[in-house]
């Protein structure tokens, strides 16, 4: 198990900008990702990252956000720019590992709650 702990949520108006912060602990993982959940909505994938980089997105928030990581500290930040009310939800960190092409994320933190304002 992967130990996540998520901050940097809060609130924000429109056009603002958050930076989000999770800090991993424990077993070994290949990518850690970040997904959100909007009241009354499945949860969604946002953007992950390898230990070696290799970004990925969601396609609708490539340009705004921008997922990073530091490995020396076990650490990935989303810097969310340009945020809209749509954009408000539960942001989750996930470690996940590789097996046969395929990432299966099996550790979640708590979550943290960004809110945009209009």
């Known amino acids: 198990q992967v130990q996540l702990v998520e901050s940097g949520g809060g609130l924000v108006q429109a056009g603002g900008s958050l930076r989000l912060s999770c800090a991993a602990s424990?077993?070994?993982?290949?990518?850690l990702g970040w997904f959100r959940q909007a009241p009354g909505t499945v949860r969604e994938f946002v953007a992950s990252?390898?230990?070696?980089?290799?970004?990925t997105y969601a396609g609708t928030l490539k340009g705004r956000f921008t997922i990073s990581g530091d490995n020396a500290k076990n650490t990935v930040y989303l810097q969310m720019n340009s945020l809209k009310p749509e954009d408000t939800a539960i942001y989750y960190c996930?470690?996940?590992?590789?097996?046969?092409?395929?990432?299966?994320?099996?550790?979640w933190g708590q979550g943290t709650q960004v809110t945009v304002s209009s």
């Open positions: 996930a470690a996940g590992t590789t097996s046969n092409g395929a990432i299966n994320y099996d550790s």
């Open positions: 424990g077993r070994t993982f290949s990518r």
């Open positions: 990252i390898g230990r070696t980089g290799g970004e």
